[in-house]
C-alpha cells in the first residue's frame, strides 16, 4: 500500500527522546497525544531513565 503523505517531512514538528536522544518526527497516530509522547519505542519506554535522587 503506497502513502498518501505528499507534504514535506521536514516541516513537521520533531522531539528527542527521553531515553535514548534519538529524534522522533511527529506522527499521525501521536496527533492527539503529541506532548505525551516521551519515548521513541517500547524498549526504551521499558528502559526509561531512573528519576534522580532528591536529598
Do not use: H, I
Not at 502513502?3 to 521536514?10: D, E, L, P, V
Not at 516541516?11 to 501521536?30: Q, V
Request: charged content about 25%; glycine content about 4%; hydrophobic content about 30%.
Amino acid at each position: 500500500m503506497k502513502s498518501s503523505f505528499k507534504g514535506n517531512k521536514q516541516s513537521l514538528p520533531s522531539k528527542p527522546c527521553a531515553a535514548c536522544g534519538r529524534d522522533m518526527t511527529w506522527r499521525k497516530a501521536w496527533a492527539k497525544n503529541w506532548e505525551q509522547v516521551l519515548y521513541c519505542s517500547d524498549a526504551c519506554r521499558k528502559n526509561k531513565p531512573k528519576p534522580a535522587a532528591q536529598p
